[in-house]
């Protein structure tokens, strides 16, 4: 049985868009971390999160922001690599130079997820901040 070229290469281009897509759309999906908790302590500071999304998390790469007072612009503070699996809950440890006197922002800068596909925030797809605040 011959088949018409027409046909094989628009059932070749189809099958290639459809594997495509899926991996091209993990960069424009909301985020899929949700940072949960985060503890300071004299030298560091504990961060519980959430691996909201479909496939493993590979490296997640976090920004603080001091308050807007002062002067220091966003810094990144602290890139973790891992497998972090869909729907788990993880703990990791950010070294932060005396954590438990400033107040911080807490914030998704960029995530690797499976299969080395990259996930940035835009304007239409953010992840929700995580303040830690002071006490006195």
Same mark, same amino acid.
């Given at each position: 049985?011959?088949? /018409? !070229?027409?046909?094989?290469?628009? @059932?070749? *281009? +189809? $099958? !290639? &868009? *459809? $594997?495509?897509? /899926?991996?091209?759309? !993990?960069?424009?999906?909301?985020?899929?971390? @949700?940072?949960?908790?985060?503890?300071?302590?004299?030298? &560091?500071?504990?961060?519980?999160?959430?691996?909201?999304?479909?496939? /493993?998390?590979?490296?997640?790469?976090?920004?603080? &922001?001091?308050?807007?007072?002062?002067?220091?612009?966003?810094?990144?503070?602290?890139?973790?690599?891992?497998? !972090?699996?869909?729907?788990?809950?993880?703990?990791?440890?950010?070294?932060?130079?005396?954590?438990?006197?400033?107040?911080?922002?807490?914030?998704?800068?960029?995530?690797?997820?499976?299969?080395?596909?990259?996930?940035?925030?835009?304007?239409?797809?953010?992840?929700?901040?995580?303040?830690? +605040?002071?006490?006195?």
């Amino acid at each position: 049985m011959r088949i /018409p !070229f027409a046909t094989t290469s628009t @059932a070749l *281009a +189809t $099958l !290639f &868009s *459809a $594997l495509a897509l /899926p991996l091209a759309s !993990f960069a424009q999906v909301p985020c899929p971390v @949700a940072l949960i908790d985060a503890k300071a302590d004299h030298d &560091s500071i504990q961060l519980e999160f959430r691996n909201k999304g479909r496939v /493993p998390i590979e490296q997640l790469s976090l920004a603080c &922001s001091p308050p807007a007072h002062n002067t220091l612009p966003h810094a990144a503070c602290h890139v973790e690599s891992g497998i !972090f699996y869909p729907n788990a809950v993880a703990w990791i440890k950010i070294d932060y130079p005396a954590a438990d006197h400033h107040s911080l922002e807490i914030s998704v800068a960029r995530l690797r997820l499976g299969g080395g596909t990259l996930w940035q925030p835009g304007p239409s797809h953010t992840c929700k901040p995580l303040k830690l +605040t002071h006490k006195s």
